[in-house]
């Protein structure tokens, strides 16, 4: 495993929801992926309108779904964007100073997803466990 995606998934908190959600795991990863690109398409638009109240929810949202897979990095980055934005709310401030962590959030999210497609799908290649040497099946 290599150190990003160590850095981006805690895979035991992933392995636990997985054996907590048995074999609803693959249905509940979906919806994550369906809402988170809601969510993330949602705080973008709310972005582009400098509507801080329209980032509280989807933000809150994303950070809930994320930590629930063990993606901590991507919910921190949703959770700074909620506080920000709920501070913004109760000051009556536009918030500006969200830019960069909303320009952020969709590639994280992205790359996130890809690490978990690389986890649960069965048609991506793995490599051998450490200490064991790859077989080649019919072949001497």
Known sequence: MSDMQSELIDWTMFQETR????????????????????????????????????LVLPAHTLKGESRQFGAEPLAALAEEIEVVARRCVEMHQAPDELIEKVVRLRPLFEETLALFDRETNPLVERRPAFGRKAQSFGRG
Do not use: C, H, N, P
């Open 19 to 54: 054996a907590d959600l048995g074999a609803d795991f693959v249905r509940i990863l979906g919806y994550f992926r369906e809402d988170g690109a809601k969510s993330v398409t949602q705080i973008e638009t709310a972005m582009r309108g400098a509507i801080a109240a329209a």
